[in-house]
């Protein structure tokens, strides 16, 4: 199955020695050429990715362009991989950070976003000095073809940078294991990082991960419930409950449960559910039977024990796997809350306090997205404060899915800890020197250490 392991580890390395020497400039314009070439093909790997993860078209257009706004950011950054110079001690003496590549970074990417993580890891990793080798999931193989043919358009004699790595989990596992991989960023399951991650930790490498959610959103009695309904219904049953950010608990005030419920429902009922190259459709298929299986097993688990279920059925639909998204009603924080499932099922709990939300949202182990509705300035102080959201990503009036490239994107806890896409989250991708320069004619030590000798 595709090239030798070691082949590509030597050709990724060739790469790297080669485009390290190039300036960070030079690197952000080849990113720039790459997001031109993306912005003339978006409607081709758009269609790639609505065929192999099975998203509807217009998510899938939006994560192109999820890379596009990557590739304009990565170009803009090239010019600003910044180091502090700091007062150094000593006189005539500069104290000062540099920034350099780290080497080869192997990047694991999952189904539901084929091409957009890739592209959070390899316009940062690209500018930053480093090559990449791709391990993209086996439902999305084709995405990455796709993606690399376009890299290779505009690369020149830089088409190695980016190689792929096809398999399942072994291919996944022999990254972890190479010593040659500086920094492992892998995108998946929290069972899979917690796999992986020991794997790379055993020989001192470098992990960045991303892994599952269980995200949580809060809606108190001031907010906007229209505004809140469109949200919520986009978060929980948007991307058929696929994306690592989909919302699955939802914690309603009880002075507004029975009303957020009267228009929870039809929101979820008037889902147009169906093929996802049909723009008028919302709601795509899940990608696999097992999907299913696992969506019906959450649902069976809890039957007994939630207040009322809504949707969550199989639908009779051709070429695929399509469900009714699930609204489940529940008086306490049941089991099956505390694990992902990645299938649209939405858990519904009123509360009576913000801090008791507060605290059931971070009472499971992810730690990935969150969000408060509210029109009260203090109720979403608080949630962003140190006694609120124990998340990466914390949202007042939005979702919990849906983040833009321009703010670090990842989790706590179980989540792994990592952050990719903007912000700062270039630093992961480098080694950063810390270096003291002396130009005067003495050699004082720092500290006021004497190490001169009297005679
Ligand atoms: C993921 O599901 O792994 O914020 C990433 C979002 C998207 C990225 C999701 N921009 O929902």
């Known amino acids: 199955m595709g090239e030798k392991h070691s082949d590509l580890v030597n050709k990724s390395k060739a790469a790297f020695l ?51 706004d990557m590739c304009d950011f990565a170009t803009g950054l090239s010019r600003q991989l910044y180091g502090l110079t700091m007062p150094s001690e000593r006189p005539n003496h500069r104290l000062q950070e540099i920034w350099q590549p780290l080497g080869i970074v192997g990047c694991i990417t999952a189904f539901n976003f084929p091409v957009a993580v890739f592209g959070w890891n390899f316009c940062l990793a690209a500018v930053c000095g480093n090559s990449i080798i791709w391990k993209p999931s086996p439902h999305s193989e084709g995405c990455a073809e796709l993606t690399k043919k376009i890299w290779d358009s505009v690369a020149g004699e830089y088409k190695d940078l980016v190689l792929i790595k096809k398999g399942a989990n072994d291919a996944s596992v022999e990254l972890a294991e190479d010593e040659n991989i500086a920094l492992l960023s892998a995108t998946g399951s929290c069972a899979m990082g917690k796999a992986i991650a020991p794997l790379v930790s055993a020989r001192l490498g470098r992990n960045l991960l991303e892994l599952g959610g269980n995200n949580a959103a809060i809606i108190c009695p ?23 950010t989909t919302l699955r608990r939802l914690f309603v005030h009880e002075d507004i449960y029975e009303e957020v419920i009267k228009k929870l429902i039809p929101s979820f009922e008037s889902l147009k559910i169906g093929d996802p190259f049909d723009r008028n459709i919302q709601v795509g298929p899940l990608i696999s039977e097992q999907s299913y299986e696992a969506m019906k097993k959450t649902l069976d688990d809890c039957s007994n024990k939630a207040k009322k279920i809504h949707g969550g059925q ?72 140190p006694e609120g959201s124990d998340c990466g990503i914390a949202n007042v009036n939005i979702g919990t899915s849906g983040a833009e490239i ?42 006021g250490v004497e190490f001169d000798s009297e005679s």
Request: glycine share 10%.
């Open 222 to 244: 001031t907010a906007d419930l229209d505004l809140t309904i469109k949200g919520v219904t986009f978060s929980a049953a948007g991307t058929t409950g696929q994306r690592c």
């Open 406 to 447: 321009g703010g670090a994107f990842g989790g706590e806890k179980d989540t792994g800890g990592g952050r990719e896409s903007g912000s700062d989250a270039w630093k992961a991708y480098m080694r950063r020197i810390t270096a003291t320069l002396n130009h005067g004619i003495e050699l004082p030590l720092a500290q």
């Open 314 to 385: 199989k639908l009779d639909i051709e070429g695929g796997i399509y469900v009714q998204p699930a609204i489940v009603e529940v008086d306490s924080h049941i089991d099956e809350m505390n694990d992902e499932t990645f299938a649209p099922i939405l858990f519904v709990m009123p509360f009576k306090k913000l801090t008791d939300a507060i605290k059931l949202q971070n009472s499971v182990k992810q730690g990935l997205s969150s969000s408060i509705f509210t029109n009260d300035f203090r109720e979403s102080e608080l949630f962003l404060g």
């Open 18 to 68: 080669k485009w390290r020497a190039l300036p960070a400039p030079e690197r952000g314009n080849y990113i720039r050429l790459f997001g031109e070439a993306l912005r003339e093909q978006k409607k081709e790997v758009a269609n790639q990715i609505t065929s192999e993860a099975k998203k509807i078209i217009s998510e899938s257009e939006g994560e192109v362009q999820e890379v596009i």
